[in-house]
């Protein structure tokens, strides 16, 4: 089975990028670089070069051409499409250095400050739109709603693909119990109880009632509530919405048996006792597949939902295709970056396993990883919500936003009151803010 992609990047690579400054061009629209002769010809039917950068690690040019290259040139044989990896040596910004033309960008609506804003790579997209009747109807509406609110109004790209959290759940260990599986449309309250309920030591094994990923449930969360006002770039974690997100998650690491190993936070204690030791019932994270080979017996149901807010799911994490102000042939360009987000496209990568559709069409995402028996045992349509929570803004410095998060969580949990512990943490948040700033 081809692996499915998420779409967030790592942290590692974005802290070497948000460490380099510089850059060149600029969000305003200009001409799209091809002469009156070339004009008369219909874009798609000309010949174009565009090239791309993907702000993920590890993508390899043969993954490039598998996953986009090789379908962009069926589409488009006319058009020459060229990849720049991302390497520790062969950054954005070096490469804008260089002087070397980046055509389109593929990143998330978190890294849109890290990757694009910095080198005013912007380009508002609203005349393309125009030209070409983009439907945006089509698309899942919160996705257009956040890159509007990103874009100050306008739209510097169209959504590509979406991911949200979901809540897996290992079958072997509720029927070794004899507890029915968790069930669509419980709340989190529910779920806490059942987490009690699962968690428990039995012939010498501790088991889990649930793990996490915490920082990506805190970042999804149905609250809606950020680290950082976007609009004041002041840290607001003292807030009560954001409060209420962090306490929902932190006590789970108080039921008995469930703590986080000497109340320190680490994914991998999480993701262990879930796909490694397989002694963990439960599993909160970013919706995808287990691999294939793991021996997990599992399925999935939506991630709970808040008591006050039923119906509601977590915020979605959007990935666009950024059309750059360095494009020297931004129409066709575009083309490109409307057939990606297309259902043409988007159906072939969802059947494929390649991650979901921003299309809001739930046809679409019921079709992933079709016609694959792994996948089609299982319930796959509650990797992501009917209903999304609004999205939030994320900070130029949500690397460091999480970090706190996770120094919150284990002063919270060795003692230290909630209200001083995000305080505290916000207080360390905001002089990072500020001395960037400057």
């Known amino acids: 089975m081809k692996k499915q992609w998420l779409a967030l990047v790592s942290t590692a690579a974005l802290m070497l990028t948000a460490a380099c400054n510089g850059g060149v061009g600029g969000g305003a629209k200009e001409g799209t670089g091809t002469s009156p002769e070339e004009a008369k010809t219909k874009v798609e039917d000309r010949k174009a070069e565009i090239t791309f950068y993907l702000t993920s690690n590890n993508i390899t040019e043969d993954t490039f051409n598998q996953r986009y290259g090789n379908k962009i040139r069926e589409r488009f044989p006319n058009y020459t499409i060229k990849y720049i990896m991302q390497t520790n040596s062969q950054t954005l910004p070096g490469l804008i250095t260089a002087g070397s033309v980046v055509d389109i960008i593929i990143t998330s609506d978190a890294f849109t400050p890290i990757f694009i804003t910095p080198y005013n ?153 879930w796909g490694k030791t397989k002694t963990a019932a439960m599993y909160a994270s970013l919706s995808g597949a287990p691999a294939e080979d793991s021996g997990l017996n599992w399925d999935v149901v939506p991630l709970p939902y808040l008591t006050e807010k039923p119906g509601v799911g977590p915020q979605a994490t959007t990935q666009y295709a950024y059309l750059t102000s360095l494009s020297k042939d931004k129409e066709a360009a575009f083309k490109v970056i409307e057939y990606l987000a297309a259902p043409e496209y988007q159906k072939w990568k969802l059947e494929n396993g390649m991650g979901f559709s921003a299309l809001k069409d739930p046809s679409l995402n019921g079709s992933y990883g079709k016609g694959n028996p792994f996948l089609e045992s299982r319930n796959t349509k ?57």
């Open 121 to 273: 790579l912007q380009y508002d997209l609203t005349d393309l739109i125009k030209q070409n009747k983009t439907d945006l109807t089509q698309f899942e509406p919160s996705t257009i709603e956040l890159q509007r609110a990103i874009a100050n109004g306008g739209i510097w790209g169209l959504p590509f693909g979406i991911n949200s959290a979901s809540l897996m759940y290992n079958r072997d260990i509720f029927d070794k119990f004899g507890v029915p599986y968790p069930k669509a449309g419980m709340t989190w309250d529910q779920v806490y109880e059942l987490a009690r309920t699962m968690t428990r030591s039995e012939g010498g094994v501790q088991y889990k009632g649930l793990v996490m990923s915490f920082q990506h449930l805190l970042y999804m969360n149905q609250h809606s509530a950020a680290n950082v006002d976007a609009k004041t770039n002041k840290v607001v974690m003292t807030d009560e919405n954001f409060r209420k997100a962090f306490l929902n998650l932190a006590r789970f690491y108080q039921i008995p048996g469930n703590e986080l190993p000497d109340n320190k936070y680490a994914l991998a204690s999480q993701t262990d006792a």
């Open 382 to 438: 509650a990797f992501l919500p009917e209903k999304y929570a609004p999205a939030t803004i994320k900070s130029k410095q949500q690397s460091a936003a999480d970090k706190e998060n996770y120094a919150a969580l284990e002063a919270y949990l060795t003692g230290t009151d909630v209200n001083t512990a995000l305080r505290e943490a916000a207080e360390r948040l905001q002089k990072i803010i500020d001395t960037d700033s400057k």
